[in-house]
């Protein structure tokens, strides 16, 4: 995953005012997610089952 963030702050409701520095910020984050999943589904009996599963 690639995100990318900027925000900016200025000194009065108008895009065209100073930016105020201790309120400016860029990010730039990189995320990597593996991941797996295996599960089962067992019959005791006729009445009770157990599902479970792990990730």
Do not use: C, P
Not at 2 to 18: L, M
Not at 31 to 52: C, F, H, P
Request: no cysteine; net charge negative; glycine share 8%.
């Amino acid at each position: 995953m690639h995100f990318e963030n900027t925000v900016q702050s200025f000194t009065d409701a108008a895009i065209f005012g100073d930016a105020v520095s201790n309120f400016t910020l860029s990010a730039l984050m990189y995320e990597k997610v593996n991941a797996a999943y295996i599960s089962g589904d067992w019959n005791i009996s006729d009445r009770l089952m157990v599902k479970g599963g792990v990730r």
